[in-house]
C-alpha cells in the first residue's frame, strides 16, 4: 500500500542546556531543608515530580499510542475502518516524526534525509503482514533540519481479517546507524453495518465514500492540541449501515471518567457510507489526557481515541495546577496565583495572556524563555539531586540555578575529599553583584543556603521574577 510522507506544518523547538563551570576555593555558615521557593509558591503534592514533564514517552504510551525517544523519537497511532467485507478491517498506521531524527545531506539548494520503515504484523508465531518502506523528506532551509516537532508525517495502510495482533515495528536513518524498535498488542475490531470506525484525529481530512478507497487524511497520531493556542481538535469519524444521516453523541472523559465536555452531531451519508469530521474545543477542555468517546444513538456502538491537551510540545505537564506549581521559579508568588485562582473557563484565555506577558521574542513560534527555563530545570534534576528525597531543582542549589541559571565563577573549598564536613561552595553572578555561599555540613553532598545567602537570594529573585 502506498504511504505518505513528509509535510511541515508546526515549528517549535528543543531546548539547549547549558554546562555548569566548577572552580576552587571558601566560605560560611548553613541551616534547614527546603520546600518551598521565593516568596513561597505552592508545595508539591506528596509524591509528584517532574518525570511527566520531561518525559513525553510516559504520556503517550500511558494514552495507548506507540511511542519513543531514542535513538528515532516518533508518536505513532494505530486506526480501524470499515473495508468492503467485515471479513477484513482496513487498518491504518500512523507515524509522527520530528526532522531532528533524521540526517540531512545537501541536495542542491535544499537539505533531503532518508528513512526505511518496517513492519511485521504477527499473529502467534506467524507474520501475516511484512511491509518495507523507503521514504524521503527535502526542507528548503537547515533551520528546518533540526525541528523537533510533529514535522515529518508517514501513514501505511494494510487489510487484516479481525483479530488479536502483534505489531513490530522498526525504523532506521538511512544517512547513519540510527534505528529504533517498538512492539504493541493491537486488537483489529470486525466492522460491519451498525459499527463506527476508531475516530481518528488529523491534520485535515476529506470525507471517504466509497469503503474499498482509501482514506484521504493526514492523520494527527500525537492528538495534541496547546492550551491558549490551538482552538479545536479535529477528529475525522465513520459509520456503516443504512439511511442519510447517521446521529451521533461526542462527549470528552477526564482522566477520572467524567465527562467534561459533550455536544451531538451528525454524519452525513457519502456514498456507501457515513463520514465526516468534527471539532472539539479546546478552551472547553482541561489540560491533560483525556478520551474522546462517539456514541451512535441509533445502535449504541460506541469508538474512542485519547486526546492530549498540553501547554506546548516538550511541556507535556498534566494539569493546569501542576504547571503553575512548575512555574515557581519562573514568575512572581501574585502572578501565579492570579492564574491558579482564575475559573476553570478563562483559564485558555488567561493562560494565553500570561505566554504573551512573559514571551521576550513575540516573533517566533517558541516561547524563548519558557523553553530556557525548563532546560535549567531538566539540567538541575539530574544535577542537583542529594540524599534528601527531594527532586534535583528544589534543593537550594537546583533553586538558585533555575532562577539565576549558570554562576559567572563557582568556589569549591574542600573539593579533594567529597566526604569532608563543613565544605563550602560559593557562586558568584556579576550581573546580580550576587555572592551566595552554600555549606555542606553532612559530608554527603547535601548543600543549604546559609541564612544571610538566602536573603540576598530571595531579594534578587524577586526582581528576576517580576519581569
Not at 451531538?264 to 471539532?279: E, P, W
Amino acid at each position: 500500500m502506498p504511504a505518505l510522507t513528509s509535510r511541515p506544518y508546526r515549528l517549535r523547538w528543543s531546548p539547549i542546556l547549558t554546562g555548569l563551570l566548577l572552580a576552587v576555593a571558601g566560605a560560611c555558615a548553613s541551616r534547614r531543608p527546603r520546600t518551598g521557593a521565593p516568596g513561597e509558591p505552592p508545595p508539591l503534592r506528596t509524591g509528584e515530580t517532574i518525570d511527566a514533564l520531561i518525559d513525553p514517552v510516559r504520556v503517550y504510551l500511558d494514552m495507548g499510542l506507540l511511542a519513543e525517544e531514542d535513538p528515532i523519537p516518533f508518536v505513532g497511532s494505530v486506526a480501524s475502518l470499515a473495508s468492503p467485507s467485515p471479513d477484513t478491517t482496513l487498518v491504518m498506521m500512523t507515524l509522527s516524526l520530528p526532522n531532528r531524527a533524521f540526517t540531512f545531506t545537501r541536495e542542491g539548494d535544499r537539505y533531503r534525509a532518508t528513512y526505511q520503515v518496517l513492519l511485521d504484523v504477527r499473529q502467534g508465531s506467524a507474520t501475516v503482514r511484512h511491509i518495507e518502506s523507503h521514504q524521503v523528506v527535502r526542507v528548503t532551509t537547515f533551520k528546518e533540519t533540526t525541528r523537533s516537532d510533529e514535522s515529518v508525517i508517514f501513514q501505511q495502510t494494510m487489510r487484516l481479517p479481525p483479530g488479536q495482533y502483534v505489531f513490530a515495528l522498526a525504523l532506521r536513518d538511512e544517512g547513519s546507524a540510527k534505528n529504533g524498535r517498538h512492539e504493541i498488542l493491537l486488537n483489529v475490531p470486525r466492522l460491519a453495518a451498525g459499527s463506527l470506525a476508531t475516530p481518528v484525529t488529523v491534520v485535515e481530512a476529506s470525507a471517504r465514500a466509497s469503503l474499498d478507497s482509501l482514506p484521504s487524511i493526514v492523520a494527527s497520531p500525537r492528538a495534541t492540541a496547546v492550551f491558549g493556542r490551538d482552538s479545536f481538535l479535529v477528529a475525522y469519524l465513520e459509520g456503516y449501515g443504512t439511511g442519510t444521516t447517521l446521529p451521533l453523541t461526542l462527549s470528552v472523559h477526564g482522566d477520572k471518567g467524567g465527562a467534561v465536555w459533550k455536544d451531538s452531531t451528525s454524519l452525513s451519508r457519502h456514498g456507501t457510507l457515513f463520514s465526516g469530521t468534527v471539532r472539539v474545543p479546546v478552551s472547553r477542555l482541561p489540560v491533560g489526557v483525556m478520551t474522546l468517546v462517539v456514541n451512535r444513538r441509533d445502535t449504541g456502538d460506541s469508538a474512542r481515541t485519547p486526546l492530549f491537551v498540553s501547554f506546548g510540545d516538550d511541556l507535556p505537564v498534566t494539569t493546569f495546577d501542576q504547571m503553575v506549581s512548575y512555574l515557581r521559579y519562573f514568575a512572581a508568588p501574585e502572578r501565579l496565583k492570579a492564574l491558579r485562582d482564575t475559573a476553570p473557563e478563562l483559564r485558555a484565555a488567561a493562560w494565553s495572556a500570561f505566554l504573551r506577558e512573559t514571551d521576550p521574542v513575540l516573533g517566533t513560534a517558541t516561547h524563548e524563555a519558557l523553553r530556557d527555563y525548563f532546560a535549567r530545570v531538566h539540567t538541575a534534576l539530574q544535577r542537583f539531586h542529594d540524599d534528601s528525597g527531594l527532586p534535583g531543582w528544589l534543593t537550594d542549589r537546583g533553586m538558585v540555578f533555575v532562577t539565576l541559571g549558570d554562576p559567572d565563577q563557582v568556589f569549591d573549598q574542600g573539593a579533594t575529599d567529597i566526604n569532608q564536613r563543613g565544605r563550602t561552595q560559593v557562586w558568584e553572578y556579576a550581573q546580580y553583584h550576587l555572592q551566595l555561599v552554600f555549606i555542606d555540613q553532612t559530608g554527603f553532598g547535601r548543600w543549604r543556603l546559609t541564612t544571610s545567602s538566602d536573603a540576598d537570594f530571595r531579594t534578587v529573585a524577586r526582581r528576576v521574577m517580576a519581569h
